[in-house]
């Protein structure tokens, strides 16, 4: 099991995560508040800005500050260097 950073020491497991989203457009806005209505949502960012959604195939929705571009990236390498 490999582990992600997504900002301020929270990790999360990288084989299940289905995507990683910006919460800017309104059909993730929805998701969120769909998973904060549900207690399916988790805050991981200590207070400061959402950047990124992560969509678990759990049916979790991590909020993160950290850039989807920056977590997708670490991702990336996770999955690079297990080849």
Known sequence: MQLIN???GNVVSSSRIIAIVSPESA???RIVQEAKDNS???DATCG???RAV???DSGHVILSSVQSETVA???DKDIQSEE
């Open 27 to 29: 059909p993730i806005k």
């Open 48 to 50: 400061r800005r959402t």
């Open 73 to 75: 990236g670490r991702l």
């Open 6 to 8: 997504i900002g301020f």
């Open 54 to 56: 992560i969509i678990m």
């Open 40 to 42: 399916m949502a988790i």
